[in-house]
């Protein structure tokens, strides 16, 4: 069990001398999460560490007038340019007290309360935990609490995953267009949420300061970063007939399989009989926005082009006319373009080969009985 009370001589040298707007600092005692949060796209979420951020911010109307209006979900926390380097941060997430509903995109209400931060643990629901030293009967000093802030377990916002609604949820253009959209449904449920399938608890201690066996990994696992880690909400399934045969791909995802409209999703089946292998039907699943019919950059964007993403825990039935015999194998692969091919050029990005590599995210073997 964790305890709250801990001896700690050294947090008296942390205490004082400590910047809040500074992430470096959480590092010195939360070195696991920091190192992981290092690797994130949230932490490489600004023009500097992003290329297709930037890329895009580079086209946009919006940068010859200066006026960087990403900043809002982008680089939150940033007052000056040097700030903007550090992306989104610790303590953007951690102070977010609510999420305000709004037809253009939902808006974060940061607390007031300086280093409060906001949490969730199981079985401290209804804690709030202020850093105090106690004198203990037996004459030692001890503390309770993080020497460097105080910690609020009882907001619900991060047991549901609303607090990553306030970015998350949708934006539109000045076409008062949605240009993307997360669905509500995936931040209600304490069981299952943004939080339990981005953020999985695993082994490492949260603090050094105050051992426990996990953490919720802080990479926050998404197409760009760590993408095997979501390969188990994504099934593929075969079923043969006397017609021919189709596989199944069901997304567990409660939103698109992928949200953003720069991603394009690709079936690839192969059919191996005896040694000869003979390449199928590559099936595409996009959205694509754009303006009178052809697509266009979000912020010219007024209607969805044409939309056959696997949605929200669908069961996408891909239909094929081969007709299989006893031993055929299978291969079947499920992965994606984190930019459309067909986009790299007109974004420049022709040139960036991470930018063009198909990431499997999952594939399998089925046999003809
Ligand atoms: C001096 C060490 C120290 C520093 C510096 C520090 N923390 Fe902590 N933090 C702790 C300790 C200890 C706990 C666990 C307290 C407990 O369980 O009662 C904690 C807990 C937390 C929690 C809640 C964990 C939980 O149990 O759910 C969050 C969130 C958090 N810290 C964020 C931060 C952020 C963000 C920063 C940097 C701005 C930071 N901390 C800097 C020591 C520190
Ligand atoms: C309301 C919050 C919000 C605002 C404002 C916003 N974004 Fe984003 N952006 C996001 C979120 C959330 C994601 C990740 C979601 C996803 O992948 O679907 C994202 C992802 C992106 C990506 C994909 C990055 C990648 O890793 O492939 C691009 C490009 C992008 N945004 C461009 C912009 C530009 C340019 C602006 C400003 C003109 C902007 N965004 C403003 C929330 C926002
Ligand atoms: C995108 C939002 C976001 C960012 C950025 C973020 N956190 Fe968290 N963090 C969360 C959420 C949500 C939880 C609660 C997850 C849970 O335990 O259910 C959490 C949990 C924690 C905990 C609790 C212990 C645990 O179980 O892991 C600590 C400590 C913590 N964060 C520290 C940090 C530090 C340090 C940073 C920066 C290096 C950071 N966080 C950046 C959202 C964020
Ligand atoms: C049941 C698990 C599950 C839940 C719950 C879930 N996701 Fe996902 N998410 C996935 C899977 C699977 C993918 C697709 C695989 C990938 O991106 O690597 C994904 C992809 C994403 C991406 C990247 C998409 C892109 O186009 O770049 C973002 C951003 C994201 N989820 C945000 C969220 C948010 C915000 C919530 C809560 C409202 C949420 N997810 C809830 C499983 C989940
Ligand atoms: C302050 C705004 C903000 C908050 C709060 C926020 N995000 Fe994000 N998130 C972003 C932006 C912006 C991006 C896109 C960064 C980029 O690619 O440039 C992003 C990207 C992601 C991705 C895609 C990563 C990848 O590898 O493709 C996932 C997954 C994700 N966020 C999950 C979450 C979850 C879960 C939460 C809540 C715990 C959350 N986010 C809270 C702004 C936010």
Redesign the pocket.
Known sequence: MKTLIYILALSSILFASVDLAD?AT??KC?PI??AE?QSSM?KKSSIYDDKIHKAVWDKHPAKAKGDYKCAKCHTPNATSEKAQHEG???I???TIMSVEKHAKANKNIYTKKEKTFY???VGRESEKVEYKKVTSWWGNKTTVGSAYHDIDYTNEN??NGQ??MGCHSHKQNSHEFSVCTTEEEGAKDKESNC?TCH?P?IDGT??TVRLSK???F?G?AGARVNPEMLSKYVELSFASSTKGFEIVVENKAPHNLMTHPLRVVQLKTTLIRRSKQTGLKTHTFIKVIGKDAKPAMPWLATEVVKDTMIKANEKRVVKFNEVLKSGDKVEVVLGYFVVNPKALKKLNLQDEKELKVFTILKSKYFTVE
Request: glycine share 0%; proline share 0%; charged share 10%.
């Open positions: 992430s959480c590092k939360h999460i920091a949060f949230h989104i941060t610790c953007s997430c951690h949490s969730a643990e991060y047991y607090m990553c939080i953020m608890k949260a603090t996990q953490h919720s802080h926050f």
